[in-house]
């Protein structure tokens, strides 16, 4: 079963010598969009194109053609590192990078600012933000 993982749950997560930074690390907060900080864009499951993040592509959709990328139905990636295209995971194939601190497979989601809280509510089938210890998830409603 997919779930959510932080690089740090990694063992492979390490630090080369003298402070500098793991190779899993590299480029963490310098990439991304106005959304999110993070090392991959997506390949749009409609169109093939290639865009920061969902809501990038959502946003640059023609007012006729205006269409909404279910996160779910993402299945590629592209390493903003090295420009490989991928399946959908955490760890860059080709380079080794994480393409995002916080990464879900259910989501196919990937953020580096994980000062968010972000966590994947299995009851609402969404990644949302602000810490699980601080949100109450009723099944009523």
């Known amino acids: 079963m997919g779930g959510t993982h932080f690089a740090d749950d990694d063992l492979a997560h390490e630090a080369t010598g003298d402070g500098d930074v793991g190779r899993r690390d590299v480029g963490k907060m310098e990439h991304g969009c ?15 194109e290639v865009f920061p993040c969902r809501h990038c592509h959502n946003d640059a959709t023609a007012f006729g053609d205006r269409h909404n990328i279910c996160r779910q139905d993402v299945e590629k990636v592209v390493c903003v590192l090295c420009d490989t295209e991928q399946p959908v995971s955490q760890v860059c194939v080709r380079c080794g990078v994480n393409m995002g601190e916080y990464f879900c497979d259910v989501c196919k989601f990937y953020d580096d600012d994980t000062e968010k809280g972000q966590y994947h509510c299995h009851d609402c089938g969404i990644c949302r933000v602000g810490g699980k210890e601080n949100y109450f998830h009723c099944a009523k409603c």
């Open 34 to 48: 106005e959304h999110y900080r993070r090392r991959c864009k997506i390949v749009a499951p409609c169109c093939k």
